[in-house]
């Protein structure tokens, strides 16, 4: 069976690799080279910490606080776009405590799975992208964070994440004895892993390629050609393709892409920014981190470089960026980390790209009502890597018509 995957970002090329494994005959479609995109600035985390979506109570008032604020990690930008009311009316509707509850089952469930099947990717020949399970901290200056990661600490032993447990001020320091930290304390998630996205998305391509996937870049995908339920051609700038699936796994070109096909979901770009660079002279991290009140992720990686990264700025993709977030990313680690005081970096040293953003902060998995043999698989937000592996089995599943590893109902493409 002949699949096409468009999008050629972290969860498209794992579709491929799952898709292939199964044996069908596959071609990636992309609008760029592969080499851009938010598969690789990201933090690297392959995190089940992560079952609290973006859209919690109390977000849009905090968002409404930092609107004035050039540096700060959560921007809207105002428009009058009616994909953004829409995005923003659900995103609404569902920050609230019961919706978020109901959220960390299945992110939990999905990132599970993902981080199985990445450990089993760094075993196999080729695939050396520094995958390393070692945990990560969510550190806290203040008292009302250190009350939320008490919180936080219960939902995970309820939801079976067991390595997790609240550390001191005196803990935190033992676990990163060569760097001072400015910090209560923190939760440590033993769950999470870690990789370098730098290495593993060239490492799957050229995997991907030495078993028979073909490729197809630098083109848009400008239409679909259907007949009744299915669709028979994917139709892009310099030809067409004939297809007996087709997977639509255009990250935060989602909604275009599935608006081509009828299919109208709440999603919306969120630009983050990453800088990556060596440590200061006299210091070294051992955990990944998340800081909690400035929103910040740090990812010493296994090359000895560490990156920091950040921000979520629902804004159009051609809008220029906004390089005062970066200040704000870099004051963070400083305040957090005195010994960390990195120089702002040149513009050509600063990495951003665009994260699909749902409305309610899961992803969509699934196949759409107008077309049976179309499956779905965007939304993923600031968990795209994460998700990425555990996502691409859930395609190659539902390609195939088999019993899907986990529920993903939860998921559904066209849920609102």
Partial sequence: MKVVIVG??????????YLQEAGHQVVVIDK??????????????????????????????QGLRWMWNSESPFYVQPRLDSNLIRWGWHFMRSATAQKVAAAAIPLRDISLLSQREYARWATMPGMNFSYQHKGLLEIF???QKAEHCHHTLQQALS??????????????????????????????????????????IPQLIELLK?????????????????SRDRVTKVI???????ADKVVVATGSWGRQTAALLGVRIPLMPGRGYSVTMEPPAGAQLNYP?????????????????IRFGGTMEITPQDTPPRYNRVKGILRSVEAFYPDLSVPFPPTDKIWYGYRPCSADGLPYIGKIRSYRNVVVATGHAMLGLSLGAGTGKLVQEIVDERPASMDIRPFAVERF
Avoid: W
């Fill in 8 to 17: 050629g970002g972290i969860v498209g090329l794992s579709s491929a690799f």
């Fill in 210 to 226: 030495r078993s028979g996937v073909e490729f197809i870049t630098n083109t848009q995908v400008t239409n679909f050609e259907t």
């Fill in 32 to 61: 760029e080279d592969l080499l851009q995109g938010c598969s690789y600035g990201n933090a690297g985390y392959i995190c089940p910490s992560h079952f609290i979506p973006l859209a919690t109570p109390g977000i849009v008032k």
């Fill in 141 to 143: 200056k203040t008292q």
């Fill in 159 to 200: 939801l079976g994440l067991t390595d997790t447990r609240l550390l001191n001020q005196q803990e935190l320091q033992e676990m990163e004895p060569n760097t001072r930290i400015d910090a209560l304390g923190a939760l440590y998630f033993g769950c999470d892993a870690h990789c370098y996205p730098n290495q593993l």
């Fill in 289 to 305: 981190a998340i800081l909690i009140e400035g929103r910040v992720a740090i990812t010493p990686l296994a090359t000895g470089l």
């Fill in 236 to 242: 892009y700038e310099k030809g067409a393709l004939t």
